[in-house]
């Protein structure tokens, strides 16, 4: 019997918490594209899909974890590199024109 | 769908309703992406929210247990495409526009709408998640010879890059080769002579 199967109350085992967290994330995700879409500078913009992708790096490693796939965090790392890497080019090119990388 | 992410949990119908609501709300979240990246005015804000949609996407990926897929999608779409489309912008120019959004040309959209209404009919073939049906299991005979034959054929351990590279050696061939066409088309549109 794995972590995952843990009971937490009557029925609910700790796999069962955190795909429901998971769950929660993924509708948070969707609060924070209004920020990505509104604007209504581009900072906002670009912050909003920052913490975007924070949150999918959360959402797969919670989803690793409760469904016991811990290549799942090698995906994870790989977006949390991407995102900083997003980030830094978007926000070059709004502050220097031209320049990206 | 259901069927075979029920078997992720040890008793199906309370797992079942969860899944169901990280599928929903990364469906959700990936179709407003999608439709934002093509109604924006803006060009640098359709880039950043492409951006946001390939995140959605590698996360669906990821949960429907498709993790190489899934980094392709991070590294190419959220990464590399980024970049480029950035790089693209910085060479040319960003008109500032009043409207935040684009008005719909309907008879694109229409098209658009048909040809989606045409690939929705043929999903109803497609046989569901670990459908003993499909075709992959009713032809044990071929699958078995690529697992039981790969290795003294090709001398490649992992059978999925033996596939790609060697037994559908010609299918690659033909993606070199119009990668190959795509640079020399570069070349002749930058005036240059030489890749470098």
Redesign the interface.
Known sequence: MSLVDAPLAAGVTLGDFLLVAAAGFAVLAVGMLYRAVVGPTMQDRVLAVNVLGTNTVVILAILGAALDEPTFLDIALVYALLNFLMAIAISKFTVERGGVL | MTGALAA???AGA??VA??T??EA??F??VV??AL?TAL?RDV??A???F??YS??M??LY??Y?A?DV??TE??IS??VT??LL??T???TTRIDHEA?FESVNLPAAGAAGLLFGGLMLTMGDIPAVGSPDAPIWSNPDVTQWYIAETYAETHVENTVMAVLAAFRGFDTFGEAVVVFAAGIAALIVLHREVFA
């Open positions: 992720l949990g040890p309370p797992v969860q899944v609501a990280i709300s990364l959700a979240f407003l992406t934002f924006a640098l804000a880039v950043i929210i951006g946001a995140l959605g590698a996360a990821t949960f247990r993790p899934a980094m991070a590294a959220a990464g980024t970049v950035l790089l912008l910085a060479k935040a």
